[in-house]
């Protein structure tokens, strides 16, 4: 009898060759499949899935929506293997399928996190040098976490500031241009990890270890510090918490530049095409999406076509 646990290795393996990125399905399927194999079964079924979503823990119907959506595209792929397996269905959890709006940090707040993940303890050092600077990276391109997390040292090229990313989401890959300050700073932590564990290594950001950082420590790190600088409530048993997430920090990024495009008279028509490109959304009403979720946003976007509007339709 192969174990579910098994069988999700190869799952993960082919859709990673594929180019998703699936470090949360990961640790959602992961449970649900350890939980399958203690009750000695070798198969999934609607009634498992049930008894699994009674002692996961509390969550609302949305983020159940979407643990759900993960289980039966595990589902349909074992049911190639074995027809034994049964496909929840898709109305079994009703949830709505809508984005957060995002949490825009101020300049202040951005700067706290990065020298506030500086501290971070470390036998050596290293943790609080790779948060802080994958944390101000995230900041000033709008990076995702994976992105940052994935990037080698092959991809850090000082010398012309450009990143290549590799591993963008659904497999893109992408040229990302940086600023004179945001190589300098990579360069120092380059540096000072090269002095620490020395060279040859392909990971560009490193634990102690030696290691490639995981998302799950990623995470952890970036709740701690929210915490301790008061955008979450402190935790016991070292919980993450609720509040402001890493990825809302590319959202800022996003949010950040668009505004400034409305206060600098430029079209937005015009630039949005370049910021997707730049972010790596597949398309444009990805990014136009943040004008609808900003306040500021929405209400610079009306205020320009009013302005449109009583010029008669010149901007």
Request: glycine letters at 8%.
């Given at each position: ?42 198969h ?34 074992l049911?190639g ?81 450009v ?27 380059r ?28 995470r ?31 959202h ?64």
């Open positions: 009898m192969t174990s579910l646990t098994t069988h999700l290795e190869n799952y993960l393996n082919v859709r990673r060759n594929l180019g998703y990125d699936l470090s949360t399905a990961e640790r959602v399927l992961r449970r649900f499949t350890c939980f399958v194999d203690d009750q000695g079964a070798d999934i079924t609607v009634d498992m899935f049930l008894r699994w979503k009674e002692q996961f823990g509390s969550a609302n119907n949305n983020t159940w929506s979407r643990r759900l959506g993960m289980v039966r595209l595990f589902a349909a792929w049911q293997i074995d027809p034994r397996n049964e496909v929840p269905p898709v109305g079994l959890i009703s949830g709505k399928n809508h984005r957060p709006r995002p949490y825009i940090y101020t300049p202040e707040q951005i700067a706290n996190i990065v020298s506030a993940a500086a501290k971070l303890p470390s036998p050596y050092g290293l943790r609080g040098k790779t948060c802080s600077t994958m944390f101000g990276l995230i900041a000033v391109t709008g990076l995702r976490v994976s992105e940052a997390i994935g990037l080698d040292e092959k991809d850090v090229d000082l010398d012309n500031a990143l290549t990313v590799r591993c963008g989401k659904n497999g893109k890959f992408r040229f990302v241009p940086i600023s004179s300050c945001a190589v300098d700073r990579l360069g120092v932590y540096a000072e990890r090269n002095r620490l564990l020395g060279t040859g290594r392909s990971p560009f950001f490193l634990h102690e270890s030696g290691q490639r950082p995981g998302d799950c420590s990623v952890y790190n970036f709740a701690r510090i929210s915490q301790f600088i008061g955008l979450r409530d402190r935790q016991v048993f070292h919980k993450h918490g609720r509040g402001p997430r890493i990825h809302d920090l590319r800022t990024f996003a949010a950040r530049t668009i505004i400034d495009w409305y206060k600098k008279g430029l079209d937005p028509d015009r630039e949005m095409i370049k910021l997707s490109t730049y972010l790596g959304h597949s398309k444009p009403e990805y990014t136009y999406w943040y004008i609808e979720a900003v306040p500021e946003l929405l209400r610079l976007a009306s205020m320009r076509a009013e302005r449109s509007i009583t010029a008669g339709g010149e901007a």
